[in-house]
């Protein structure tokens, strides 16, 4: 069972967390943590709905993309990212 997801922008990414993750001795599977890439962050909408409830999700984006993910995380009811270059949101 999936207990945090980290969406990413794209495939570029998600190999960029996973490596960094191996770098700092963080094992994503055995934690349970999976990163998803969502294809652009004009995704975000949809990926967020497919996280069941009570999963942890983070999300790391191109400061650019901010306003649009602040945007549609308060169109979604979801908290605001904690900063301009990552964020925490919440699923329930």
Do not use: K
Request: glycine share 8%; proline share 3%.
């Amino acid at each position: 069972m999936t207990r945090a997801v980290i969406l990413v922008e794209g495939d570029s990414d998600q190999r960029a967390v996973e490596q960094a993750a191996i770098l700092r001795g963080h094992d994503l599977a055995a934690d349970a943590v999976e990163v998803v890439p969502m294809s652009g962050i004009t995704n975000l909408a949809r990926h967020l709905r497919a996280v069941p409830d009570g999963t942890r999700v983070t999300g790391l984006y191109d400061s650019a993309e901010g306003r649009y993910v602040r945007a549609t995380l308060a169109r979604l009811g979801r908290s605001d990212p904690s900063s301009r270059a990552t964020g925490t949101w919440r699923t329930s």
